[in-house]
């Protein structure tokens, strides 16, 4: 009897056990979620090519309703998407580019080449949306030259035109836009009509968005069937809410005080991986000291760049390669040095003559103190500890670099006036820094050095090196990707020599959300985890 | 002469309003930082000469400063208040979609103020110098000094984070799909934490100027009288005291009523709120010039209005005041 009754409890159990078992499987491999409730910070308007405000979320947003064709994968390699392949021509000024006969817009009319066609002459005619229209620079023209081909004519070869126009650009429809004379005060109705797997279906300003996803995207259907995404106004109320369960997923990077205490919470875990943004010294080449080699060597050597990442970042940064280019990139040369050595750094300045004669702890360069101001946004709480601990390090190898903090617009002001590196610069040394996009694409390295700035667009210090010149200039027009890795290399190797700016760290991104609600988040390299191959199931990430 | 002093008033309220939307014109643009960011986006770097130049001159920013100010006034009497440059939408709607928000909320708080602050501002002026009256003035005192994020972000973490009662954040739960009275409900929640907010840093004025009132009342000729004629306590609370401590009191909300409008901007944040007050905010840290012109041009006229308000409320509350 008993031994019955057990059998029986047995068989129950193991049923039981078997069916959870399955239930948890089927969530694991991509089961669709109904809704998912994401988090970001202010608003991002009405969400077209012309209106959406920032790089990040807003452009990830904006491409949730657009496709491209080429689609970064996970490694943040361009790869076909609305296109199928592109041929490069011998001279490297003819692309053919062959295009997807399955894909409709949103209201269910054809995507065609001639949408291509009239998308790429539209940016440039309405340069309103300046990144597409500089996306589109190296074009001279585009003609359809088949049912599902468009054939594209450089100005010059542009070794960046996977990354830098055909996998950033948004393919409009042209029975939409054909009619739009102003496309930044358009009317759209709120209706978004694109290719991308979401559908903006509502908008309220100042509070949501809501999406629902494309069911018949060509790609696959995606696995969030709507998503809601959450106007927040600052970090502390996006927080609030993400641990109160209001929503699953924040699309800022956890600051890194609050990674081990999110960590700590039940459900919440955090995807952390390379970021390609910077936080840097940048100094005005044209001054005193700095336009002495041994002291802007001196000041690499000084500053302990992994005190910076274990103290204010709380090792939630990854240390900065003196060659720009960060370690997780497929670029980096990893023949690139970066020392900390304090005693180094004390007798290259003693060697140069640069000592301190007068015994008050500060080295003197031609009879003035090594005194200058450290300029940094005092509304940004990691860069002013950068600042403030920047600072002692240097007073360790006879530097005073007083710190100044001053609000954004004054310190941007100061260090890149109007925008505009031909208007020079009017700051000693600054704590600045670089978003992803300036990193992802390893061509633009020559906007940080190029001397000339119709090329050097990004040179703040002022940087003026013959050899970093032509090398910059060749890796611009260089379409061969083993000559690029090359020309890169040595470039990597001469601003680790000759330090145009001293890269610190790169901070890591930290995603928080739970699991739970919503499990398939595939970090990219370099750029995080909210971006539309999120998703997508996996079978359509490429 | 009656009229003659109203007409003075009125050019008084003219020159303050034009001299407001002048300095509103100005003070944007003395800022430091370059509004370009903003027009050409993230990669502003990156533009050539003539993109940027052009930019510039679709913002009409090239021109003089004077020609500009001219373009503003010309514009402003159309009614035409631009286009937000952050958000590329005309700053009539994105004032019309906030405005009710901040006027629920504003509104209640006021109200809610109002009632508290008069109420305990006269049960501690008629028993004062008793334990509740000195309990209410220090508990008054307290309050006052409570940073208003920090008493918001305190209500969230306990009440919508820790206890899960309320939302912490928004107008409405995001997409719900609501309508009716679960709408009406939803809105209630979420108006809660912020409004209690907001009216407690309000309490302690209103109740000060109402106790302090309240007592120069009761030392007057005519209380003394009411209480000589034999009149009961309560008659003379409510028939003699009170009517005659509110005027300052209702100054004092009448001037809350304009700054309304002007939204509480960090209470709108904290929060998380779509009101005025968040827009204003958003827009200066933005440098979205047009909106903050827009937007401190609605809290003037709001301020000035409140002033005119008082200016006709007083004489009926107190007929001294009339012939003045």
């Known amino acids: 009897m008993l031994r019955k009754a057990t059998q029986r409890i047995l068989a129950v159990s193991l049923v039981l056990a078997l069916t959870l078992l399955l239930a948890a499987t089927a969530a694991a491999q991509g089961a669709p979620v109904e809704r998912l409730r994401i988090g970001i910070l202010g608003d991002e308007s009405t969400l077209t090519p012309y209106t959406y405000v920032t790089g990040y979320p807003g452009w990830n947003l904006l491409l949730l309703q657009y496709d491209t064709l080429y689609q970064l994968d996970l490694d943040g390699v361009p790869q076909p998407w609305l296109a199928t392949g592109a041929e490069v021509s011998e001279d490297g000024l003819t692309v053919t580019i062959d295009l997807r006969t399955d894909v409709t817009w949103h209201d269910g009319e054809p995507f065609t080449a001639a949408d291509v066609k009239f998308t790429y002459d539209y940016f440039r005619a309405h340069p309103e949306a300046g990144r597409f229209a500089r996306d589109l620079r190296p074009l001279s023209t585009i003609e359809v030259t088949g049912d599902a081909q468009v054939t594209l004519t450089l100005s010059a070869p542009s070794p960046s035109l996977a990354l830098g126009t055909l996998a950033d650009v948004p393919i409009l429809p042209e029975h939409i836009w054909a009619a739009v004379e102003t496309p930044a005060e358009h009317d759209f109705g709120g209706v978004n009509i694109g290719t991308g797997p979401y559908k903006l279906a509502e908008y309220q300003a100042g509070q949501f968005y809501r999406f629902v996803a494309n069911e018949d995207y060509f790609a696959g259907a995606p696995l969030v069937k709507e998503l809601v995404v959450v106007q927040f106004a600052d970090d502390a109320g996006s927080l609030a809410a993400f641990r109160a369960g209001e929503v699953d997923m924040l699309v800022r990077s956890v600051a890194p005080e609050q990674i081990d205490l999110l960590k700590a919470q039940e459900g919440v875990t955090i995807a952390q991986g390379p970021l390609f943004t910077t936080q840097m010294l940048n100094y005005d080449l044209g001054r005193a000291p700095f336009n002495r080699l041994e002291v802007r060597k001196a000041i690499s050597l000084a500053v302990d760049r992994q005190d910076l990442v274990d103290t204010i970042y709380l090792g939630a940064a990854t240390v900065g390669s003196a060659g720009w280019i960060h370690p997780a990139s497929p670029y980096f040369n990893p023949e690139v040095v970066t020392a900390y050595d304090p005693e180094a750094a004390r007798s290259l300045l003693d060697e140069a003559g640069i000592v301190d004669s007068d015994g008050d702890g500060i080295r003197e360069l031609d009879g003035e103190p090594l005194t200058f101001e450290l300029l940094v946004n005092g509304g940004d709480s990691l860069r002013l500890r950068i600042a403030e601990l920047v600072h002692e390090m240097l007073l360790q190898v006879g530097m005073d670099a007083q710190v100044a903090a001053v609000e954004q617009g004054t310190w941007e002001e100061a260090v890149w006036p109007g925008f505009d590196v031909t208007q020079g610069r009017d700051y000693d040394m600054a704590v600045w820094g670089w978003s992803a996009p300036v990193q992802a694409d390893p061509i633009r390295i020559s906007q940080l050095i190029h001397s000339d700035p119709a090329l050097g667009s990004l040179n703040l210090t002022g940087f003026v090196n013959e050899r970093a010149d032509a090398l910059s200039a060749q890796l611009n027009s260089e379409t061969d990707p083993a000559v690029q890795k090359q020309l890169l290399d040595e470039l990597q190797l001469i601003i680790a020599d000759q330090l145009p700016f001293v890269l610190l760290l790169y901070p890591d991104g930290a995603y928080a959300y739970r699991a739970s609600v919503y499990d398939d988040w595939a970090f990219m390299n370099g750029q995080g985890i909210f971006h539309k191959l999120s998703l997508l199931p996996e079978a359509a990430r490429p | ?55 510039i001159e679709g913002a009409g920013l090239d021109r003089p400063l004077g020609e500009q100010y001219l373009r503003y006034w010309g514009d402003l009497l159309q009614g035409d208040l631009g286009y937000s440059y952050r958000q590329k939408r005309p700053i009539v709607d994105l004032l019309l979609e906030r405005l009710p928000w901040t006027l629920l909320l504003s509104g209640a708080a006021l109200l809610l103020s109002a009632v508290v602050g008069i109420t305990t501002g006269a049960i501690s002026a008629w028993r004062r110098a008793r334990a509740i009256d000195l309990g209410l003035l220090w508990t008054m005192i307290v309050v006052n000094s409570l940073p208003s994020f920090w008493l918001g972000m305190l209500l969230i973490a306990v009440v919508a984070v820790q206890l899960g009662l309320l939302p912490s954040f928004g107008a409405v739960t995001p997409a719900s799909g609501y309508s009716g009275w679960t709408h009406v409900v939803d809105v209630l929640r979420h108006a809660i934490l912020p409004v209690i907010t907001l009216s407690v840093i309000s309490v302690p004025d209103i109740y000060l100027t109402m106790r302090y009132t309240m007592l120069g009342v009761l030392g007057e000729d005519f209380i003394r009288t009411a209480r000589a004629k034999g009149l009961s306590e309560r008659r003379i609370l409510f028939a003699h005291v009170i009517p005659n401590a509110l005027a300052p009191v209702v100054t004092v909300l009448t001037l809350r009523l304009g700054y309304a409008f002007g939204g509480a901007a960090v209470i709108e944040t904290v929060f998380s709120y779509p009101g005025l007050g968040r827009l204003i905010f958003e827009a200066v840290s933005g440098r979205d010039y047009p909106v903050m012109q827009a937007a401190f041009l609605l809290f003037t006229v709001a301020v000035l209005l409140a002033n005119l308000l008082a200016d006709f409320l007083y004489p009926l509350l107190d007929p001294r005041t009339k012939a003045a």
């Open chain 2, 1 to 55: 002469m009656l009229s003659q002093a109203r007409g003075g008033r009125a050019v008084q309220y003219l020159i303050v309003l034009v001299v407001a939307i002048t300095l509103n014109f100005f003070l944007p643009r003395l800022m430091p930082g370059n509004p370009l960011a903003l027009l050409a986006g993230v990669d502003v770097g990156l533009l050539k000469p003539e993109e940027r130049a052009q930019i």
